[in-house]
């Protein structure tokens, strides 16, 4: 057995998910990642509203001193987290080969005249707090491989999912949606498609104080929009061609209130960015194959009437969740910063160049002894 820990906050900042897998049966091709122990650690409030803060391009305050403190806090937080689902799972930190931290993105610009991208939540910090060797900064070793620098999970989905006969597409439907599309004998191809739960959950949050929309009730109460949707989707960066990335510094309140009307009902609105949605990830699909097997993970999955209007979008697919596969939905993506570590310590790429764009694959992330 060879146990790490997997750690991201996502777009939605919320909280950390936290996993701990038994990673085994490593080859070229293909992995074995048994999840032991996962939870979801929740961040203060004020650190969200730091987050949320700090992240906007127009952003005002001290900077580099606010930037600093959280990104202590943020590393405080995740080796919490980190020793939490150990305790869950009644083992001890010798147990634990080691951490992979994603961190938390304040921003992604690899379109920028020097691209970059910045994810905070200090490994020095989890090391020390855990005693456990930690891998982090990931993103980095792509974009200075010319790469985007995500999306990272296809490689793993390429060796958990990837051993197959005909065309299989995982489908993260995170704050940002992505696809991988993985086919015989092809070379993996994945890229951000646009927005899956970001302005959905950042709509309900402004008009009903909720944190989600659960199950699309809310959004299925509303009449669509189809000049709304029309607009949306006529933004250029559904038709850029691949390799590219995105994330919630563009895809936001601010973007959606570009193509706004000036009289709306907020029940609409949300009918018609859950439809943004469908329609964005239903076109990249058919961009690539005609039929197959979806696998649908992340947040996203449990949202019915979303996975209603990808079955009717995109009829010729099997569309699932990747608890159908064994694998819970919602851990996919900590599941694939644990295998990067792993990845890491045994110096084998973690990158994909032919999703990135970057100049080779490569070995990512930063290693933090304790």
Sequence with gaps: MAYFIGLISGTSVDSIDAVLVDI??????????????????????DIQNAIHAISQSEYHGDAIDELGQLDQQIGELLGYAAIAVIEKANLNKNDI???GSHGQT????????????????????????TGITTVADFRRKDVALGGQGAPLVPAFHQALFGSIAQPRIVLN?????????????????????????????????????????????????????????ESMLNDSYFSEPAPKSTGREYFNLEWLDLHL??????????????????????????NHCEQGDILVC???????????RLNKLIPNFTVQSTFEFGVDPDWVEAMA??????????????SLSSVTGAKRDAVLGAIYPP
């Design 298 to 308: 992340g947040g996203g999955a449990h949202n019915a009437f979303l996975m209603e």
């Design 337 to 350: 910063f644990a295998w990067l570590a792993q990845q890491s310590l045994a110096g084998l790429n973690g």
């Design 97 to 99: 080969v080691a951490i």
């Design 261 to 286: 009307p000036e009289a709306y009902q907020a029940n609409d609105v949300q009918r018609t960015l859950l439809e943004l949605t469908a329609h964005s990830v239903a076109d990249a699909i058919d």
């Design 24 to 45: 085994s049966s490593v080859t070229t091709t293909s992995t074995r990642c048994l999840l032991v122990s996962s939870l979801s650690y929740p961040i203060p409030t």
């Design 106 to 129: 304040v921003r992604h610009h690899p379109y920028a005249k020097h691209p970059f991208t910045l994810q905070i939540g200090d490994a020095n910090r989890i090391s020390a707090m």
């Design 173 to 229: 439907l995170g704050g940002i949606a992505n696809i991988s599309v993985l086919q015989p004998n092809q070379p993996v191809v994945g890229y951000d498609t646009g927005p899956a739960n970001t302005l959905m959950d950042r709509w309900i949050k402004k008009h009903q104080g909720e944190d989600f929309d659960r199950d699309g009730q809310w959004a299925r109460t509303g009449e669509l929009m189809s000049s709304l949707l």
